[in-house]
């Protein structure tokens, strides 16, 4: 195909494109403001367990008495469903200034705090072929009604070795 050919699909609407490269295109493309050494990064947004609890019986059926972190798991499963994202998981995140008033913490040891936050993506090279599109933030941004953001991993990487 010359250019000039190419030029007359395109301006026509009639070029196919290639998805991959599409799809790359439009790859969220972000990157924290502040690297701590020694830990992972998470893009995503801090959790509630009313939240949860409540998405959930308004989202799912069969949902009782069942543990929380079962109904979480049910959550994330719809969540990838709804969104076309399968790269959606919960981590332990650092309390720092600017986590929200009504995420839930956890304390594991006297005086140990964190946050879970429900992890759309991660910053390093190997997750970015994973990272959502534009589109799946902005739909998952909706859901959770709250901008998404990254946070520092609340273990350093000594605990995943």
Known sequence: MSASTLQ????EGKAIRNKAAKEESTLFNTAPSRIERNHLHFYGFALNE????????????GVGDQNYW???TWVMDHLRIVT??????VQPAKIDDETPANATVYEPEPGVKHIAILCICEFHKEAWPRRPTLAQVKE??????????WWTDFNPFEYYE
Do not use: F
Not at 8 to 11: A, C, F, L, P, T
Not at 50 to 61: D, P
Not at 140 to 149: D, F, H, Q, S, V
């Open 8 to 11: 007359r699909s395109i301006v």
């Open 50 to 61: 009313a939240w949860v609890m409540q998405y959930a019986r308004a989202n799912l059926t």
């Open 70 to 72: 079962c109904i979480l």
């Open 84 to 89: 076309n994202h399968d790269d959606i998981n």
């Open 140 to 149: 998952l941004t909706e859901i959770m009604g709250t901008e998404p953001r």
